[in-house]
């Protein structure tokens, strides 16, 4: 297995030192040697090969460089916005959701404060080493973004929906709500050219926690949000999350 590792900065045929948990693994976990190849990539430039560079007979974490020398892939911006906006769960349920999230290609995950929230606290940090771990290992070129914890009040206000007329770039959201008589599925149009063809181009999905939304939250649904449902069965939040990205990305 190629090992890729996501580097912020780089530059061509110049020698990169790696940070030191980058450095650390691999060096101790995959035991990568002097000389041998790896990929390093980021959103600008893409992804290219890079030679293991190790310096001095004692290697530290501060003694690791990379000398990136072919490209192999041009990093371009996604065609289309695929965004998630969820309430904070339980650390390994959370850990879950964003990690399949990126794999799943979300271009955006939008933390959100609700009523039923159980995750007490969203550290940032963490979140953005789970978002890189799983870049690495999908072979994405792009990080998804990921926004700071908003309240829905506050998230509800400053939505924009679709309007073709007006704005085509602007986003349809969907929410997905327990006992709901529209399937996902009927919201989705079908063609003779691909069997499931996602509608329209820029799509969000919106998942309460575990417990659903409040009543008072379903009240304040903006009006152009389409409630659909995720099937017969009562989801845990992390698994509605990952049912309704695999129809939409």
């Not at 650390?24 to 430039?45: A, P, Q, T």
């Not at 990126?102 to 995950?109: A, I, N, P």
């Not at 709500?177 to 999905?205: C, H, K, M, T, Y």
């Amino acid at each position: 297995m190629t090992v890729r590792l996501f580097v912020p900065y780089f530059q061509p045929n110049i020698l990169c030192p790696l940070p030191p948990d980058q450095a650390h693994y691999v060096v101790h976990v995959m035991r990568l040697r002097d000389g041998d190849l790896l990929h390093i990539f980021n959103e600008s430039l893409g992804e290219f090969e890079g030679v293991l560079k190790l310096g001095g007979a004692k290697v530290s974490s501060k003694s690791v460089f990379v000398f990136p020398t072919k490209l192999l892939r041009t990093s371009q911006p996604p065609e289309r916005l695929l965004k998630l906006a969820f309430s904070p769960l339980k650390p390994q349920s959370l850990h879950f959701l964003v990690e399949k999230a990126t794999e799943l290609g979300v271009t955006h995950l939008q933390p959100l404060q609700m009523t039923r929230t159980q995750g007490k606290s969203f550290l940032v940090e963490k979140m953005q080493k789970i978002i890189q771990d799983a870049a690495e290992q999908s072979e994405r070129l792009t990080l998804p973004r990921l926004e700071p914890l908003k309240k829905l009040k506050n998230f509800w206000e400053e939505m924009e929906c679709a309007d073709p007329e007006k704005n085509e770039q602007r986003m349809t959201w969907f929410v997905a709500l327990e006992r709901e008589d529209a399937p996902l599925l009927s919201a989705l149009r079908f063609s003779e050219e691909s069997p499931l063809v996602p509608f329209p181009q820029n799509v969000g999905i919106i998942i309460g926690p575990e417990g659903g939304f409040s009543p008072e939250e379903k009240k304040s649904l903006p009006p152009c949000v389409i409630p659909v449902s995720l099937g017969k069965y009562i989801l845990r939040a992390e698994t509605a999350a990952v049912y309704a990205l695999s129809f939409l990305s």
